[in-house]
């Protein structure tokens, strides 16, 4: 071997080129340990150069916020014209100096959307909400209608149950009544809570008198026989008392329905 090769070259074999004390992964082949290491080098560089430079939008953007920033000098060609016509600066505009002093702002576009876009969007944003409040108004009202329908329903439905008690009660006091007088069947068949007939004559006679009394409603049937009390035994049912006379009755009993004894 030649001394200038024993003393350039390194042999691969030599501890210099491969130590024993590198932290290296058993197994795999020099070279590709070498390239490993280079390529991560090379990657952390990169890395390393990407975080000190700045974008090109980052760039361009300095560089505008700079340039609007600064006033315009004599060199600029319109500033000059404008010297030349008597501009001063920091004054206004026009013979009288009126006009504007400050230029007119400049609007950046960075978007790529066409002209417009922005306000088509803001239209399209509020005509969004609109019929989103719109929907959300007309939801509540029907909740509030149905509501309101349910409401009635009940209230109804427990007027319908008073009617029924109250015209109960007026029948068993009817026939209380009437039995205490001697009256051993009631005026209309529905006047007691329950009739009796004995032979068949009666029976189909009373068939015709309910199928007549199905016209009536239960509010009308209440106030006929309330009526009956009133005029046959001086009773009214909502005081619960059975007065002297008419002339008792009329002063002491508040009226002839229910809502006058409220």
């Keep these: ?59 361009e953007k300095e560089r505008r916020d700079a340039m609007l920033q600064s006033s315009l000098g004599s060199e600029n060609k319109g500033f000059a014209m404008l010297q030349k016509m008597g501009y001063k600066e920091g004054h206004g505009l026009g013979k009288t100096g009126k006009g504007i002093v400050e230029p007119i702002p400049l609007q950046i576009k960075t978007g790529r959307a066409g002209i417009g876009h922005e306000e088509a969007e803001k239209r399209r944003a509020e005509e969004r909400m609109e019929y989103s409040r719109r929907r959300f108004q007309v939801k509540k009202e029907f909740e509030e209608q149905r509501f309101s329908q349910y409401r009635q329903q009940i ?6 149950l008073q009617l029924e008690g109250d015209l109960r009660k007026s ?43 199905e016209t009536l409603s239960t509010e ?26 008419n002339e008792d009755l009329s002063d002491n009993c508040p009226g002839e329905c229910a809502a006058d004894h409220d």
């Design 155 to 160: 209230k109804k439905k427990q007027e319908q």
């Design 1 to 59: 071997m030649a001394a200038g090769e024993q003393e350039g070259d390194e042999d691969y074999m030599s501890e210099t080129f491969v130590s024993p004390q590198q932290d290296v992964k058993p197994g795999l082949p020099i070279a590709r340990r070498v390239k490993e290491a280079y390529q991560k080098k090379e990657h952390q560089m990169e890395l390393n150069l990407k975080n000190r430079q700045k974008s090109k939008k980052e760039e």
């Design 220 to 245: 009308d049937k209440l106030q006929i026989l309330t009526k009956y009390l009133r005029r046959k035994h001086l009773y009214c049912i909502w005081c619960g008392t059975s007065y002297q006379d």
């Design 171 to 213: 029948q068993r006091a009817c026939e209380q009544l009437d039995t205490q007088k001697g009256i051993d069947a009631p005026e209309l068949a529905w006047y007691w809570l329950a009739a009796s007939t004995e032979d068949d004559d009666e029976e189909e006679e009373n068939d015709l008198t309910e199928k007549e009394d």
